[in-house]
């Protein structure tokens, strides 16, 4: 099993560009969610899904959109980038929702110049 | 606000020696979580502890939960140069539209 993957490793946008950060999990897993991570801030959680055609919003979902179409991926999409978007970016998934442990991606590092 | 704050910020210790972070939280929960986090990578799920329980055991990692208190302590026993890390607690509040929240986290040292 590859687990969580996320697709790019580092990114770098102008202000006002939007983009697609990807995530898919092969562990057949219904939860997925979307933190940032900021020096400290801890992780905030941006949007989150419980399966399949659901998403919510979570702490800071504000500049952000997300979409489930299938159990594996879960992309998250900048709509038009700003500099307090820069930060690092986690997947991550649960067989069974938040109650229960968290499998994360590697991350993606991006900065909004 | 945070739900789950750790504490000390930073923590160096020697090689060996034995390691204790604490967590504290402000509200009902379901579980908390403890997670590591080497540098530059994804966060780890070391070990989840429910409301009901008091101590959990997990090869050198020993998790305490106090719910009267509010809060939960991770003893790392024989500090090993790999152990150096981030540690997050994260918490899991009751209530059907809560979220699981992380803590700033505990950055660890230790010298070999």
């Known amino acids: 099993n590859a687990g969580v993957t996320q697709t790019p490793k580092f990114q770098v946008l102008k202000t006002g560009q939007s983009m697609t950060l990807q995530c898919a999990q092969d562990?057949?897993?219904?939860?997925m969610s979307w933190y940032r991570q900021d020096p400290g801030m801890g992780l905030r959680l941006i949007h989150y899904?419980?399966?399949?055609?659901?998403?919510d919003q979570g702490e800071v979902p504000n500049g952000y959109n997300v979409s489930r179409s299938t159990t594996e991926d879960f992309p998250l999409r900048l709509l038009s980038a700003a500099p307090s978007q820069t930060s690092v970016y986690f997947c991550?998934?649960?067989?069974?929702?938040?109650?229960?442990?968290?499998?994360f991606g590697p991350g993606t590092r991006l900065t909004v110049t | 606000s945070q739900q789950g704050e750790e504490d000390p910020q930073a923590l160096s210790i020697q090689e060996g020696e034995n390691a204790t972070m604490n967590c504290s939280y402000k509200?009902?929960?379901?579980?908390l979580q403890w997670y590591r986090q080497n540098s530059g990578r994804g966060l780890v799920h070391l070990i989840l502890i429910r409301s009901n329980e008091r101590e959990k055991h997990s090869g050198r990692l020993r998790v305490t939960l106090d719910t009267s208190k509010k809060s939960s302590s991770l003893l790392i026993t024989a500090s090993r140069a790999a152990d150096t890390a981030s540690y997050f607690c994260a918490t899991d509040a009751t209530g059907a539209n809560s979220k699981l929240t992380f803590g700033k986290g505990i950055t660890l040292s230790v010298r070999p």
């Open positions: 562990m057949n897993h219904e939860y």
């Open positions: 509200t009902s929960i379901n579980n």
């Open positions: 899904s419980v399966g399949a055609g659901i998403t």
């Open positions: 991550a998934s649960s067989a069974s929702g938040r109650s229960y442990e968290q499998y």
